[in-house]
């Protein structure tokens, strides 16, 4: 085994914050049952902001940040894993409070560790990476609701984003009708080549005075919102009768102003998605339906953008700035 790696380490002190690539060796990686040769990471705006000084996120330094990665089991002290078998581990306290996936090397306890299913290769399982299972996890969670193709069409928030891209291309392959919502005017095509059938700019999703459920139209069956914000009162007031909501995200800020009428008026269901502590019974089966139905299989390269570990600062501030096209994978 090879004695020392490169990753992309933070570090906070009281008197000065420090990020950048350092050689590493086995002795610096935390405790755990299963160690890692990293092929893959990705770059998630929650990876943007870890890499911030006095990040609210790290609850302890010094921090490698990923909360993605996939490769291949170099050692395990669990059973259920070994030597070479491909492996997807992603959230828990990945990247946030224990070392993540900007490392050539990691080691992580087994509980957090998933089999690669049959159908996705370790690339592929990044490019979905934890932006591709939330989307995923907010179909699942619309479909338990009752949501099918022939509800009526579902909008998409932040729809160049990670979880906007992904879950655009998943409702798509799924035949549903996909309604993008984007600031940017200039990947309108990008969201047409991704399954979109109509794309919409957020600032026509704002309530304006006197608009209410009452007086507008009912428009959309689900909504995967990733930014909440703005246009959050507006997706209440315009669901149709039983319609869903899953907000996973908030890029366009976090308070909510609603009234409780469209959710007893037209029975419309709010869904919290949460990645980090979705448990494994739920999770291992997601990432099979993943690799069998939910994968975009056309347009999956057309998300990624593959860059080297040393890429990763200049990508971690375009993510923050709201900046990123699909997903970015960090190759190690
Ligand atoms: N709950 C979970 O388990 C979970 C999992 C993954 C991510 N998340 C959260 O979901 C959100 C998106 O994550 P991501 O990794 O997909 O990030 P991302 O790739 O940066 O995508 C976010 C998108 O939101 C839009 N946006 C950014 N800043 C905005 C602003 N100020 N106002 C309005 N829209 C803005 C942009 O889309 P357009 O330019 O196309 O409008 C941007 O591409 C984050 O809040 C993240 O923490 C939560």
Redesign the pocket.
Known sequence: MVESFRAFLVNQTDARFTSGIRTLTLDDLPLGEVTIRVRYSSV???DGICSLPNSRLVTQYPMVPGIDLAGEVIESQDTRFRSGDPVIVTSYDLGTGHFGGYSEIARVPASWVVPLPEGLTLREAMILG??GF?AALSLQRMEENGLRPDSGPVLV????????STAVAMFSQLGYQVIA????ES?HAFLRELGANEIVS?DELVLRDGDSFANLPERFAGAVD??A?KALPYILNTMKYGGCITV??????PELAASVFPFLRRAITFIG????LCPMSIRAPLWQRIARELKPQKVLEHIVQEISLDQLPQTLER?LR???RG?AIVRL
């Open positions: 998630n705006y929650k934890t932006a939330t928030t932040g729809a160049t984003g990670g979880v906007g919502s984007t600031r940017k990947e957020p990733p930014v914000g996973s995200g908030f890029t366009g800020g998605i949460d990645s980090v993510i709201g900046d990123m997903r």
